[in-house]
């Protein structure tokens, strides 16, 4: 008789510690190699680290909407295996695929199609235009890759295998490193592509980061450790659950991302092209901190989703506290570090002099903001983990609206410094935690905590 492996989720500071982790890890790894994509860019000039931002930013809309599909995957495939109905864990994420290549094709058609129109609406000017442009109809092949890689994660997650995304993490990024600087460049006998280099390389790496987790899930053999029959059919109610629960996170993460590409489109057109650079290495920046930060999220909306499917709500806020705790207490000693040494961080993209002087303030300002998201991040995905996604898209729609009118009137009227912009983030963050808190302490989710499958 084979012993079924246990999908019930360990709440204890050690059990938090081993599943966040390694989601720590695998999200830092891209980080770091976003951010050594910035630094190869940032020496062929700051117009290409100007528009690595731009660029950047518009296909992080299009990973967002990945993104919210995973956090709605994992949401029930975690209530699945905290109610030990282990065959809907891998049926959940069966139609997540099926939805998330749909989605895929939909939007390479789109940037195919509009993105030049885009990108002179937005206000860039035609050069710079047709260079993003052509990088972007390289770079958006990636989604296909990049949504199938993020939906297996979401899978090797709810059943606490997390160990495996560093190794997935490691594959991806040991590729894509090594292709931005034999591409970029031309070194090693590699044709030398400048710009669009960067683009390809990403595109290859998703795609073996996509093999890499099929072959880890392959090698699993889950019928016979977890008792998961994978069965292939294609159920429309299955579709729809998928569909209705992972739209509204969809739609606020691709509109919250829209809003970044708002305020980088703002950067362009008002500060210098230094200060534009300044503002890509700041996103490298929060992108790294926040990984971190995100784990914390993802681990949140696991336990929290797991405990719920056992029928102990009754521990969620235990839970959200011992995390806000953990997750604060290392961003704060990251945050020390940078700001006692912020020429470490600056050095890296090989600008001129000037460039760290300038880039001093906003750092300032992003180091307390990664603060800021290590709070609202747990509460707002302990609001997903209930499964009110419609709730949390209500809490993102709230927040952005806010958000780029503070940007608007920053920068666009009254002309203010970079830091003053970057203080958007604060303005955000601390209206989703509060907004998140008041729904979680005093709204009705606990009214209906079922998934209809």
């Known amino acids: 008789m084979t012993l079924q492996s246990s999908l019930k989720v360990d709440t204890s500071i050690k059990g938090i510690i081993l599943l966040t982790l390694p989601i720590s890890m695998a999200k830092l790894i891209p980080e770091l190699n976003y951010l050594f994509n910035a630094a190869f860019l940032g020496h062929l000039g700051s117009r290409e ?40 864990i891998f049926s959940t994420l069966w139609h997540g695929l099926i939805l998330a290549v749909m989605l895929a094709l939909m939007f390479i058609v789109m940037t195919r199609l509009f993105v030049y129109p885009i990108m002179i609406w937005a206000g860039v000017d035609a050069e710079s235009a047709l260079i993003a442009g052509g990088f972007l109809n390289i770079r958006i092949i990636g989604l296909l890759f990049l949504y199938s890689l993020q939906m297996q994660n979401a899978f090797l997650i709810s059943l606490q295998q997390t160990r495996f995304l560093v190794l997935i993490a490691l594959v991806q990024s040991g590729v894509n490193l090594f292709l931005d600087y034999t591409m970029i460049f031309g070194h090693w006998g590699f044709p030398e592509m400048g710009f669009n280099g960067a683009a390809v390389a990403s595109v290859i790496s ?38 209705t629960q992972g739209f509204p ?8 991302t829209a809003s970044w590409w708002v305020f980088f489109i703002l950067v362009s057109k008002n500060y210098t092209f230094e200060e534009q650079a300044v503002s890509q290495s700041m996103r490298n920046l929060f992108g790294l901190g926040g990984v971190f930060s995100w784990a914390f999220g993802s681990s949140a909306n696991t336990i929290i989703s797991n405990l719920i499917g056992q029928g102990r709500q009754n521990e969620i806020f235990k839970i959200i506290k011992k995390l806000s705790i953990i997750s604060t207490s290392g961003m704060a000693i990251f945050v020390l570090i940078l700001n006692i040494f912020p020429a470490l961080f600056l050095d890296l993209f090989g600008q001129e002099k000037g460039f760290i002087s300038a880039g001093l303030g906003p750092l300032r300002v992003v180091s307390a903001a990664m603060l800021i998201l290590c709070i ?13 996604t419609k709730i949390v898209f209500w809490i993102e729609f709230w927040g952005i609206v806010v958000y780029l009118i503070y940007i608007w009137m920053v920068i666009e009227s009254l002309k203010l410094s970079l830091s003053v912009a970057w203080m958007s983030e604060w303005v955000y963050w601390i209206l989703l935690f509060s907004l998140s808190f008041v729904y979680l302490r005093f709204g009705r989710w606990r009214d209906d ?3 209809s499958s």
């Open 206 to 243: 998703e795609c073996i980061g996509m093999c890499t987790v099929m072959f880890i899930i392959y090698s699993l053999d889950i019928k016979k450790r977890y008792q998961i029959t994978p069965v292939f059919s294609i159920a429309f109610k299955k579709l729809k659950l998928v569909f």
């Open 49 to 88: 680290l100007a528009l690595a931002g731009i660029t950047g930013v518009y296909y992080l809309i299009f990973s967002a909407i990945g993104y919210g599909l995973n956090n709605a995957l994992l949401a029930i495939m975690s209530r699945r295996a905290g109610e030990n109905n282990r065959n809907e």
């Open 376 to 388: 609202g991040v747990i509460w707002l995905n302990a609001v997903v983990a209930t499964g009110k």
């Open 449 to 451: 905590l079922s998934y």
């Open 249 to 256: 996170l969809m739609s606020q993460l691709a509109i919250s």
